[in-house]
T-cell receptor
Framework: DGGITQSPKYLFRKEGQNVTLSCEQN?????MYWYRQDPGQGLRLIYY???????QKGDIAEGYSVSREKKESFPLTVTSAQKNPTAFYLC?????????????FGDGTRLSIL | AQSVTQLDSQVPVFEEAPVELRCNYS??????LFWYVQYPNQGLQLLLK??????LVKGINGFEAEFNKSQTSFHLRKPSVHISDTAEYFC????????????FGRGTSLIVHP
């Protein structure tokens, strides 16, 4: 079955450490997204990518970085500059840039501070 | 830019009772509308979508929603809920023919009591 795989499911970060969250999709989707979810705040867009080797900042990109070297993969790095990284991170994709295509989501990574 | 308001952060209901989760949006152009469901520690799953045509949209798990352009609303309904419907529900909107990045509401927590 096609889908989006996020790993790890749980991740802990030490002070001053960068951590990378993995997102892989086998849906042959062009567009991929990273969201941060905090209780009561819904989903906030961190970064998105429409095609390989191209990505744009979302609403809360500070302290995060991404790459899109392959169509299937869109890893997110939470840098030490992100002072409040504890959250649930969701990766999503959809087939193309048409706005009527719903997004498919992974099962998320929960990041906590040690 | 479009915005989405989910009017209730939490909706408690007894099993087998009907439920309505409210969603209002604002946009200066035509929109596409979506409802997603999120079970604990999982990603979002599409429940239903309105793209065009009939304003009454039927989705999975017995849910339906009605698009009301004059009221700028897209309320989600189910005539009889089950314990298994306990989850977080998100309304999302994207602009027709424009940016494909959806805007999500803050979510409504549906709590079904036995």
């Amino acid at each position: 079955d096609g889908g989006i795989t996020q790993s790890p499911k749980y991740l802990f970060r030490k002070e001053g450490q960068n951590v990378t969250l993995s997102c892989e999709q086998n849906l042959n989707h062009d567009a991929m997204y990273w969201y941060r979810q905090d209780p009561g705040q819904g989903l906030r867009l961190i970064y998105y990518s429409q095609i390989v080797n191209d990505f744009q900042k979302g609403d809360i990109a500070e302290g995060y970085s991404v790459s899109r070297e392959k169509k299937e993969s869109f890893p997110l790095t939470v840098t030490s500059a992100q002072k409040n990284p504890t959250a649930f991170y969701l990766c999503a994709s959809n087939s193309d840039s048409l706005s009527n295509q719903p997004q498919h989501f992974g099962d998320g990574t929960r990041l906590s501070i040690l | 830019a479009q915005s989405v308001t989910q009017l209730d952060s939490q909706v408690p209901v007894f099993e087998e009772a009907p439920v309505e989760l409210r969603c209002n949006y604002s946009s200066s152009v035509s929109v596409y509308l979506f409802w997603y469901v999120q079970y604990p520690n999982q990603g979002l799953q599409l429940l239903l979508k309105y793209l065009s045509g009939s304003t009454l949209v039927k989705g999975i798990n017995g849910f339906e929603a009605e698009f009301n352009k004059s009221q700028t609303s897209f309320h989600l309904r189910k005539p009889s809920v089950h314990i298994s419907d306990t989850a977080e529900y998100f309304c999302a909107v994207s602009k027709s023919g424009g940016s494909y990045i959806p805007t999500f509401g803050r979510g409504t927590s549906l709590i079904v009591h036995p």
